[in-house]
T-cell receptor, first 113, second 114 residues
Framework: EAGVAQSPRYKIIEKRQSVAFWCNPISGHATLYWYQQILGQGPKLLIQFQNNGVVDDSQLPKDRFSAERLKGVDSTLKIQPAKLEDSAVYLCASSQENGQPQHFGDGTRLSIL | AQSVSQHNHHVILSEAASLELGCNYSYGGTVNLFWYVQYPGQHLQLLLK??????LVKGIKGFEAEFIKSKFSFNLRKPSVQWSDTAEYFC????????????FGSGTQLTVLP
């Protein structure tokens, strides 16, 4: 089966600019996750969708981060405006249902100058 | 809130040595436990999982982990490592129930010397 697809793989922007990441989960997976992984740390959940509804966004900095999964399939994560501390790898994952093992994409490595 | 601790940030072993990576979690209720692995240049992938039943679980590539509820631990083991096991290993936990947010440890970088 095809894995979780993410784009772009790398992105370099200046602080205060905006950026968007895209994720296409494994076909049929109802649950989609966005994680932030800062260098030297484990992934931290930003937001979790069940189909097109938000299950958990308690750790999403909502003043600058937004995410949507309008048709319950692919998803976009946006940062506007970016700060230096947003430099990280942004991972997308999906699972058949909430609580089941997650399948991860390759991630987008974001560097803020 | 749940949390996960991985005791070793970097482990260096020679081929054929035995491996044990520590993982402890804090959560008062019933949990599901996972070990994920990230090989150089690849995405995170599931190594093994524990949901219920036999506390000794076997995963891919000869890895196993034992859930010890009284110690809140889920240590990863392999009797004889290979150079190809060089990777970063993450322990993760989610609570059984409605929330089920997956919480990761900070990871252990394993380097196996040929």
């Amino acid at each position: 089966e095809a894995g979780v697809a993410q784009s772009p793989r790398y992105k370099i922007i200046e602080k205060r600019q905006s950026v968007a990441f895209w994720c296409n989960p494994i076909s049929g997976h109802a649950t989609l996750y966005w994680y932030q992984q800062i260098l030297g740390q484990g992934p931290k959940l930003l937001i979790q969708f069940q189909n097109n509804g938000v299950v958990d966004d308690s750790q999403l900095p909502k003043d600058r981060f937004s995410a949507e999964r309008l048709k319950g399939v692919d998803s976009t994560l946006k940062i506007q405006p970016a700060k230096l501390e947003d430099s990280a790898v942004y991972l997308c994952a999906s699972s058949q249902e909430n609580g089941q093992p997650q399948h991860f994409g390759d991630g987008t490595r974001l560097s803020i100058l | 809130a749940q949390s996960v601790s991985q005791h070793n940030h970097h482990v260096i072993l020679s081929e054929a040595a035995s491996l044990e990576l520590g993982c402890n979690y804090s959560y008062g209720g019933t949990v599901n436990l996972f070990w994920y692995v990230q090989y150089p240049g690849q995405h995170l992938q599931l190594l093994l999982k524990y949901f219920s039943g036999d506390p000794l679980v076997k995963g891919i590539k000869g890895f196993e982990a034992e859930f010890i509820k009284s110690k809140f631990s889920f240590n990863l083991r392999k009797p004889s490592v290979q150079w190809s096991d060089t990777a970063e290993y993450f322990c993760a936990v989610n609570a059984q129930g409605s929330a089920r947010q997956l919480t990761f440890g900070s990871g252990t970088q394993l380097t196996v010397l040929p």
